[in-house]
């Protein structure tokens, strides 16, 4: 038996992440800016899912990437 979660997918990780990114980004860039760069760092992930939904840490990639 395994512990090994299944992966989650992109509506499950843009339901938990995009609500603390888009205050991460609105609080280091100002509300236009942050809330821009927050919708473009979930398009990114949208087009790259494949990729970055295997990440050990997808969410820390979007903060390292954008912040």
Known sequence: ???SKPAPTFTDFYRDVEPRLRRALVAAFGVDIGAES?????????ENWERVGKMPNPAG???WCWL
């Open 61 to 63: 990639y979007l903060y």
């Open 1 to 3: 038996m395994t512990d």
């Open 38 to 46: 927050a919708a473009e760092a979930l398009a990114f992930v949208w």
